[in-house]
């Protein structure tokens, strides 16, 4: 991706962004709001719902069958929405399978593996089948989507299920990580944005280790793909997954990044309408990757609406997207270790970690739900709760915390509103 | 009063630090006692309570252990200390009115009557305003139905 010669981002620009979020003018009760929670889902400029209207005032149509002009006219926008998320991520076009969202891209790699495992998909399908003996890994702070589906496929296909433990200030613990990824490993899966921290893991380490054993790679890429420049070849991983409603995307689709000779080779999860070459009353056979993972009619509004999306952050440059909420991210981290009784949750702000503008804390005394009450009455919203992150949560010593994101359209005064929001909580609560 | 402070009663603040009835909860359940686990996934409020009942059908003693936001603690805080000494049909009975102004969306006041029905947890009248807390103040309720009702098996 190019780096932008556009000035950086400031306040200034922000504000100037803001106009194309109308929601962020809502009032919340007497307060403007104020929002921090782009971590859980993103607001969405109104290019984006605008190319919905526009797709489905002008070119709606079933895609990939038909022969009238419509249906023509659909699929070359709905090819078109892929190039350019494809392009956003650095990946090519037939690397690019739409699912619903994140949740579902990993789970479609997780259940082709098991039909692999089950016998389909042929000679080529071998690397993929799993049994007794092999071993799949994650990490101590993925988020539930990126957890959950590595446990039901290591108890479906008799694997085992490994993590890599993290180190006492909350990072991947590497030199433990060097022993668990071995030669039985087969899947090595890891975020690369924590959802909770919202500190930033470099894959290179990982990747090698996953390399030099064979192992295939899946990166959780949720909250990378929003907030930093990112280019899935050059990171080398085999897999990756990310949500288009959390980058000003809309709702209901996601995406499944795989390296297309792994794609093509891979068994289907779904199946039906719109995946086939031929069937018969005995059997079927499948379309190449990407159509292969599409079954039935797709999500094709949402699909140029993310296009316009990713179209809209690259007009605004992903580096200096990324430039901004570190600031904002050291605006918070700062703002917050300064007010007495808050606990910041994960590595010291001082800690040299790269992060995103996440920031997880807990306020002495107040449960992170009455926390985020308060603050919502000064009309600023946060997520409380353990975020999808349960067992990262029992590490930290937490059942829930409190989190702030920051995204492209807030600005320093909204962190000065959520820093004076948060002083004042224990206050409110007569805690000392 | 603003609608925080409304959720926010005195009332409430002040049982959600007392937490009477908070206990460390040891062994099983003996005889004439019932106990149930709660817990809401979505915040993570968590709740064990254990009731004991009589022969006779009073609430002897209620006592729990629990992590939670404060609306959750001070639900079970009131229901510990105002359930002592009542027939379990009382319980039926403000347990349905209980849950009858959770459903009501801040269209229910805190009134008189209420308060005779429903003692200190007609401070939670407030709670109703925000759909997203009813079920932090539900939940010691939800604990206290199952555990009373193991307690008169």
Redesign the interface.
Known sequence: MAVSDLPPLDDTEAARLRADFPILETRI?DAQLVYLDSGATSQKPECVWEAEQHFYETANAAVHRGAHTLAVEATDRFEDARAAVAGFVGAGEREIVWTANATEALNLIAYSFSNASLGAGGPEAQPFRLGPGDEIVATGMEHHANLIPWQELAARTGASFRWIPLTPDARLDLEAAADIVNAKTRILAFTHVSNVLGTVNDPAPLVAMAKAVGAFTVLDACQSAPHLPLNLRALDVDFAAFSGHKMLGPTGIGALYGRAELLDAMPPFLFGGSMITTVSMEKAEYLPAPQRFEAGTQKIAQAVGLAAAVGYLSEVGMDRVRAWEELLGERMLTGLSDIPGVRLLGPAADSGVQRTGTVPFAVEG?????VG??LD?RGVAVR???HCAEPLHRFLGV??STRASAYLYNTTADVDALLQAVSDVRG???VK | M???EQ??QEII?DHS?RRVGAASLEGEPGAGEGQSHQHNP?????ITLRARVSADGVIESLAWQG?????S?ASASVLAEGLRGHAVSEFAEANETFHELMRSRGKLAADEELEERLGDAAAFAGVSK?PA?VK?ALLSWEAAKDAIARASA
């Open positions: 009760g107040v449960h992170p739900h009455d009450q308060f009455s409380v709760g353990h059942t829930a409110f609560f007569g | 603003n609608p925080l959720l926010y603040l630090k979505l915040c993570g409020d968590d992590d939670g936001c404060s609306i603690m925000f807390r932090c």
